[in-house]
């Protein structure tokens, strides 16, 4: 476990990097399950986690902010248990957290709006937008939740998400009603993605996954390894010509280099789906200067870090010969960034 969370802190300390936006990176986290825990049960675990993790923490030190497991109503207890416990008030000391008490207008939506964003980028480079397209999106997460509606804003269509016990297929698309049903089902009800296909009469596969299905646009927002290499095969078969991860690190090493060898159009999560952490900083430095930004500011705000994260992978796969390889684009452009830090700070710094 503790490698793991190494290499998960090594990739993300290189998608924040990749941001543009002066922060560090690091992982944690906890082997409690909050799936099936009442809210009593929730935030008194989130307290006694916090009773430790306060003296490592403040927004000069390490500013966590939510993941796997971790949502608005965990964020809430352990800021809730931090004010608590230091008498500090007003600070940034984690991100996420409800607009009522300090949180950033989108901060819910970046992850899955940013990584749509990137998406549109890499298609643009083929002359292509999201208009009109057929999308594959697992998982009904946050991530998946917001990468839907952004989709829909932009005219694309949705036909898939899953959860851990199964997928549902909408051949004709998700509608924004449908997608109200889902978002009150998954963040109210806490249900399963099978109600959604008994409510609405659509097809269901118990266990199964998106990428069976014909589609333009994969976007895998659901956990780590997630797209193996013969699915990988499938919907390049199928005629895929974008994915953009959602989560990190969805796609197995042998499904990125179907998508590579087969000159699709890939983005890495340290890329695609840093609109989450870069909304995060955006969190910190309206706390800091006490003062909010509405909705369009911040959209546009994190419209512009995707391009330009995109621009920043594009243009280093140019200048090392494998244009539109976004995988050497943005581990090159990221760790630069960090190796010239480090160097310009002293290398013990």
């Known amino acids: 476990v503790l490698g793991m969370m190494k290499f998960l802190g090594f990739e993300q300390t290189f998608k924040n990097s990749l941001t543009g936006l002066p922060m560090g990176g690091g992982k944690g986290g906890s082997d409690f399950d909050p799936k099936g825990k009442t809210d ?71 992850t899955g709006y940013g990584n749509v964003y990137f998406c549109e980028q890499m298609l643009k480079t083929k002359g292509e937008e999201m208009k009109g397209k057929v999308v594959a999106v697992s998982g009904s997460g946050n991530v998946a939740q917001y990468a839907v509606e952004k989709c829909l804003q ?120 840093a609109g989450g952490v870069a909304t995060s900083g955006l969190e910190m430095a309206q706390n800091s200067q006490r003062y909010f930004w509405s909705a369009e500011e911040v959209d546009q705000k994190l419209h512009q870090i995707m391009v330009n994260i995109h621009t920043a992978a594009y243009e280093t796969s140019k200048i090392f010969g494998q244009q539109g390889n976004y995988v050497l684009g943005a581990n090159i452009a990221g760790f630069l960034k960090v190796a010239d830090a480090m160097v310009a700070q002293g290398l013990y710094s």
Request: net charge negative.
């Open 154 to 273: 932009l005219g694309a269509k949705v036909v898939t998400m899953s959860d851990s016990s199964g997928c549902i297929y909408i051949p004709d698309g998700i509608t924004k009603d449908q997608w109200d049903w889902i978002m009150e089902l998954k963040n109210v009800r806490r249900g399963r993605i099978k109600e959604f296909a008994d409510e609405f009469n659509v097809e269901y596969t118990e266990g199964g996954r998106p990428w069976v299905y014909k589609v333009d646009i994969a976007l895998p927002c659901a956990t780590q390894n997630e797209l193996n290499g013969d699915e990988a095969k499938t919907l390049v078969d199928n005629g895929v010509i974008a994915v953009g991860e959602g989560a990190n690190m969805p796609t197995t090493l042998e499904g990125i280099n179907v998508f590579l060898e087969n000159k699709i159009l890939y983005s890495p999560g340290k890329a695609s789906n």
């Open 40 to 110: 009593a049960e929730v935030e008194s675990f989130c307290t006694s986690f916090m009773m430790e993790m306060y003296r490592h923490i403040g927004q000069f030190v390490d500013v966590p902010a939510g993941d796997i497991g971790v949502g608005a109503r965990e964020i809430g207890y352990l800021y809730g248990a931090f004010r608590k416990i230091t008498n500090v008030h007003g600070t940034c000391v984690l991100t996420g957290k409800g607009q009522r008490y300090g949180g950033s207008l989108v901060r819910p939506q970046a």
